[in-house]
């Protein structure tokens, strides 16, 4: 079956950096995204990667590891309005858009 | 307005009712996608359409029926609802399916199934 993970909730400081990690075990793999939830709100893209390394866009970055099965989003100074669920999706061999559950960032003052 | 909207935003009906979700982007975009969001779980699609005229089942189609005769338009009817059917439900809209095209949310419709 096709499975991505991420952890369900993660918490950080105002200011500070965090990094949310996802790993996908997929049929075929023609690219990685992520996207940004708030509460009540729709998904909207953040980025994507199809090749390995770090893509970096302002103080959102994300990272791709084909041949680990992993990505991961790096969030640096951390503002309160980056609180929200983060979504990982693969795009398998069928070009069908797989996702993860979310991970809930908390911000703290 | 331009971009992808839904109607209606929130929705209760009753257990049996047939209830139609509506779905209207002004990009011209090709891809069409329905999907629903239930807690613990991923986005889950239920059906796309490439073009108008053009369906196909997602991983969650039974129960759903769309169409779409125009390509602004992807309107996702529930036949005969059940609580199982309680969700929310989010249409998206992309220039493609290959490659690093991203897709566009609507606001979502918040349907609870008594």
């Known amino acids: 079956g096709q499975n991505i993970?991420?952890?369900t909730e993660m918490t950080a400081t105002e200011g500070a950096i965090v990094q949310i990690n996802c790993t996908y075990q997929t049929s075929g793999f023609n690219g990685l995204f992520w996207y940004q939830q708030h509460a009540?709100?729709?998904p909207t893209f953040l980025s994507y990667n199809v090749l390995d390394g770090l893509e970096?866009?302002?103080r959102f970055s994300s990272f791709l590891s084909r041949s680990k099965g992993y990505s991961y989003l790096l969030l640096k100074e951390l503002q309160m309005k980056d609180s929200a669920s983060y979504l990982c999706a693969v795009l398998d061999s069928?070009?069908?858009?797989i996702w993860g559950a979310g991970t809930k960032l908390i911000i703290k003052p | 307005d331009a971009g992808i909207t839904q109607s209606p935003r929130?929705?209760?009906t009753e257990t049996g009712r047939q209830v139609t979700l509506m779905c209207h982007q002004t990009w011209s975009h090709s891809y069409m996608f329905?999907?629903?969001q239930d807690l613990g779980h991923g986005l889950r699609l239920i059906y796309y359409s490439a073009a108008a005229d053009i369906t196909d089942k997602g991983e969650v189609p039974d129960g759903y029926v769309v169409s779409r005769s125009k390509t602004e338009n992807f309107p996702l009817t529930l036949?005969?609802?059940t609580r199982s059917q309680t969700s929310v439900y989010f249409c998206a809209s992309s220039e493609g399916r290959a490659g690093?095209?991203?897709?566009y949310f609507g606001p979502g419709t918040r349907l609870t199934v008594t």
């Open chain 1, 5 to 7: 993970d991420q952890p």
């Open chain 1, 40 to 42: 009540g709100e729709a």
């Open chain 1, 56 to 58: 970096e866009k302002g």
């Open chain 1, 94 to 97: 069928n070009y069908q858009l």
């Open chain 2, 10 to 12: 929130y929705k209760i």
């Open chain 2, 34 to 36: 329905w999907y629903r």
């Open chain 2, 79 to 81: 036949e005969s609802a």
């Open chain 2, 100 to 103: 690093g095209y991203e897709q």
